[in-house]
Nanobody, 127 residues
């Protein structure tokens, strides 16, 4: 049974950094899109960043470009998100998602394309 488990969420001040990690258990997908999404209270879930496991291409929302970095650790079977220069508007529940067929063409930001989701980890950024 595939399970995704996020960790690393915390409360930090603006300008700080956090590293989120998603442990993928029993997941053997290859050439798939894996991503981080976030959802703030009262807002829709939005794509933050994605990586295509078939070649390593990465994709980012404009709001996080230059601040966030998504990476995959095959040895540990984790999907990580390094978040720097955090802003109060980054406050949200962050979810990892796996197993979309493709990342390109905007697919990566479509939440319905993913077959597996974690339970989320809370990130709170104070000003």
């Amino acid at each position: 049974q595939v399970q995704l488990l996020e960790s690393g969420g915390d409360s930090v001040q603006a300008g700080g950094s956090l590293r989120l990690s998603c442990m993928l258990s029993a997941y053997t997908g290859r050439r798939k899109c894996m991503a981080w999404f976030r959802q703030a209270p009262g807002k829709e879930r939005e794509g933050v960043a994605a990586i295509y496991t078939g070649g390593g291409s990465t994709y980012y929302a404009d709001s996080v470009k230059g601040r966030f970095t998504i990476s995959q650790d095959n040895a540990k079977n984790t999907l990580d998100l390094q978040m720097n220069s955090l802003k109060p508007e980054d406050t949200a529940m962050y979810y990892c998602a796996a197993d979309a067929q493709r990342c390109s063409g905007g697919y990566w930001a479509r939440s319905w394309e993913y077959n597996y989701w974690g339970q989320g980890t809370q990130v709170t950024v104070s000003s």
